[in-house]
């Protein structure tokens, strides 16, 4: 747990396999043996999938009807970022 009271999940990769990210329509190839990835990569890699979930859930609260403000006030990102989420390509 954080200071916040959030728990924030772990990276549970097994070794000697590879993991696929999405960028936008690519998919990048990130090693994940113990020797290919660090502690700190693979937290970045967890943040990134968050992130990308997060945009994906915004996406579908404003195609509900949820305005700008209303997911920027409930999430806690600013209107810029939601308008920017929403203003970028949506995942497939």
Do not use: C
């Not at 999405?22 to 998919?27: A, E, F, I, N, T």
């Amino acid at each position: 747990m954080n200071d916040r009271g959030s728990v924030r999940p772990t990276l549970g990769i097994p070794p000697r396999t590879e993991l696929s990210v999405p960028v936008l329509s690519k998919r990048t190839a990130i090693p994940t043996e113990p020797s290919g990835i660090s502690e700190a990569e693979g937290k970045l890699v967890a943040y990134r999938q968050i992130v990308e979930s997060r945009d994906e859930l915004i996406r579908e609260a404003s195609a509900q009807g949820v305005s700008e403000a209303r997911i920027a006030k409930l999430t806690g990102h600013s209107r810029n970022t939601v308008r920017s989420i929403l203003g970028s390509a949506s995942s497939p």
